[in-house]
């Protein structure tokens, strides 16, 4: 069907012409006989019928050679009839060994995150930041931690997903991370799903949102979140204490405080 495709819309190939190698049964070398480019256009996509296949295309797609159509009609034929052999799949090696380290660079702040994220007894342990946060399913954990059953799971998907189905569903998960950041007030500046998914250094100003908010509700009176103004007048009465100049920052009153 491929080369039928490549014929049907003028393109010169040279390619074996063995549409049955992809399902024998439903198809033959009728279409190339029909001088019509229209008609054997029309032939093609019956081929494609009945193998359920054809969806989106027309036959003027094929006959006037649109890319973007044929494309996707071409990926969709391998996706359903890949006509692959046993022995043409790579072997996977289940076997990991541990004695090998492999180094991820990352910087300081990431690496800050990562254990973040890690202190919180989540599942899967997070070992590459951007790339285990990218289905959005520990980010859902964490944000279940910030606030007691902010998420409902029944809206969650959990992988391991199929392949064909892992960029939809772990997108479904990272929207529903950003949806639940501005629930609790996160500043959500910039960021959206794909962000998360994508692995985009925006994450990091989630993660950031995400530890700010949990810190400050480790310290909490009563049902009242602390602010940074709380904080702030703390430093300086502990400053005070210790006969130290006022602060009106906290990074410059860390020091003294330690």
């Known amino acids: 069907i491929v080369s039928m495709l490549m014929v049907s819309s003028g393109i010169n190939a040279e390619w074996p012409l063995r549409p049955g190698a992809i399902a024998p049964q439903e198809t033959d070398l009728l279409p190339l006989r029909e001088t019509d480019k229209l008609a054997r256009a029309e032939m093609i996509l019956e081929y494609a019928d009945n193998l359920e296949v054809r969806n989106f295309v027309a036959p003027h797609d094929i006959v006037n050679g649109n890319m973007k159509l044929n494309t996707a009609f071409v990926a969709q034929l391998f996706n359903k009839y890949p006509a692959l052999d046993d022995e043409d799949q790579p ?102 799903g794909s962000d998360i998914y994508e692995g985009n250094k925006l994450v990091l100003g989630l993660l950031w949102q995400m530890m700010r908010y949990y810190t400050l509700s480790l310290m909490k009176c009563g049902n009242d979140m602390v602010n940074d103004k709380a904080v702030l007048d703390w430093c300086n009465c502990k400053l005070k204490e210790k006969k130290k100049e006022k602060s009106t920052d906290c990074d410059s009153a860390l020091i003294p405080l330690l």
């Open 91 to 192: 072997e996977i090696n289940d076997d990991f060994d541990d004695s090998i380290d492999v180094y991820v660079e990352e910087t300081r702040e990431e690496k800050s995150f990562r254990h973040w994220i890690n202190s919180l007894n989540l599942s899967p342990y997070v070992t590459y930041l951007y790339e285990d946060l990218r289905d959005g399913y520990v980010l859902l954990q964490a944000m279940d931690k910030l606030r007691k059953n902010l998420v409902e799971w029944e809206n969650v998907n959990v992988p391991p997903f199929e392949l064909r189905q892992h960029v939809f569903k772990s997108s479904e998960n990272c929207n529903y991370v950003v949806d639940l950041g501005r629930e609790l007030g996160l500043k959500m500046i910039a960021v959206c």
